[in-house]
């Protein structure tokens, strides 16, 4: 019997990552899309440290705006992974920037 690994750290945020979204989406009874006030509780709750870190208040407006391709006033896991990417690139880009001040 072959034995069961278990997930890798990848696996796990790969895993995490969907959870969220699910619980945020779910909340509304469509848990195939956020809708802005989900978006809005998402971004409180899970990237609270991004969200008070802005000094404009209208800056989640305008990234919701920015992230719904479909133009409906949601947004999809596809849309919500865009959001995911774009901060995964902002930190690495950052990580880079202070170790190459390092050296």
């Known amino acids: 019997?072959?034995?069961i690994s278990s997930p890798?750290?990848?696996?796990r945020c790969i895993e995490s990552l969907t959870a969220v979204f699910q619980k945020h989406a779910g909340r509304?009874?469509?848990n195939s899309k956020l809708s802005k006030a989900k978006f809005l509780i998402l971004m409180n709750t899970e990237l609270g440290?991004?969200?008070k870190n802005q000094k404009d208040p209208g800056v989640l407006d305008r990234l919701?705006?920015?992230l719904d391709l479909e133009s409906d006033g949601q947004l999809d896991f596809q849309e919500f992974l865009n959001l995911i990417g774009g901060l995964a690139i902002a930190c690495h880009d950052s990580f880079i920037k202070s170790t190459s001040s390092q050296k």
């Not at 890798?8 to 696996?11: K, V």
């Open 1 to 3: 019997m072959a034995k």
């Open 8 to 11: 890798t750290e990848t696996e």
């Open 28 to 30: 509304d009874g469509n």
């Open 49 to 51: 440290a991004f969200t």
């Open 64 to 66: 919701m705006k920015k």
